[in-house]
């Protein structure tokens, strides 16, 4: 049985997922810039997930689906635990467990921008 990597609660970064072994159980997290349930799909969902390294695809099968519906529905930021695969130049995380952690997106940091300059009136 695959060992888990890392070590909930950290999540992998998506420019990380060619180092774990395949089928070791992770966690990875991001903001939800995709969702599909496409109709040939058997009630599949497919949901991307973007952090600040690359974007990670997400494989929700149906009886999950039906266990965190809220989370996949209307979460904007999801840590998904999950195994790692790979197959025709693709890396998925089948998905496991589904937290919606939208509510830590108000907990970030405003960072100043510099003011505008060169504007014309």
């Known amino acids: 049985m695959p060992q888990n990597w890392p070590c909930s609660p950290k999540a992998c970064p998506a420019d990380k997922l060619g180092n774990p072994p395949e089928g070791a159980r992770l ?20 949901i991307t997930l973007e952090d600040e390294t690359g974007v990670v695809n997400v494989i929700v099968w149906r009886s999950l689906y039906e ?3 809220r989370a996949v529905i209307s979460g904007r930021l999801l840590r998904v635990t999950g195994r790692l695969q790979r197959g ?4 998925h995380i089948i998905s496991e467990q589904i937290e919606d952690i939208s509510h830590m997106l108000d907990t970030l940091l405003n960072v100043p921008t510099a003011p505008f300059t060169n504007i014309r009136t």
């Open 67 to 69: 266990r965190y519906r």
């Open 27 to 46: 966690t990875v997290a991001g903001l939800v810039i995709l969702r599909q349930r496409p109709g040939t799909a058997k009630g599949v969902i497919f």
């Open 88 to 91: 025709s130049g693709t890396t």
